[in-house]
Nanobody, 116 residues
Framework: VQLQASGGGLVQAGGFLRLSCTASGRAFAYMGWFRQTPVAEREFVASIAWTGDWTNYADPVKGRFTVSRDNAKNTGYLQMTSLRPEDTAVYYC????????????WGQGTLVTVSS
């Protein structure tokens, strides 16, 4: 699976951004979003099943971020609203082939910077 993430940028606190992740190659079961800063380990943000309506969110982003997908475009999205400076990070999309397995495929990351 090849993943291409885009949509990062600079935004003021309280603003919004939408990240995209376009997939190609073999089929997969889940797309996840993660983020990492220079001083912290990579952390889970959200995930979505590629079929059905299952989604999952980390507590810090619940109610502010929404994960979705467009199967026709083979693209996943992370809609981020009410952004906070602590959301500043490099965001990565990832894919896994089935439940119970790890995310084996990763995109290149896109930087989100939230200014106060």
């Amino acid at each position: 699976v090849q993943l291409q993430a885009s949509g990062g940028g600079l935004v003021q606190a309280g603003g919004f951004l939408r990240l995209s992740c376009t997939a190609s190659g073999r089929a997969f079961a889940y797309m996840g979003w993660f983020r990492q800063t220079p001083v912290a380990e990579r952390e889970f943000v959200a995930s979505i099943a590629w079929t059905g309506d299952w989604t999952n969110y980390a507590d810090p982003v619940k109610g502010r971020f929404t994960v979705s997908r467009d199967n026709a475009k083979n693209t996943g999205y992370l809609q981020m609203t009410s952004l906070r400076p602590e959301d500043t990070a490099v965001y990565y999309c990832a894919a896994k082939l089935e439940n119970g397995r790890g995310y084996a495929y990763w995109g290149q990351g896109t930087l989100v910077t939230v200014s106060s």
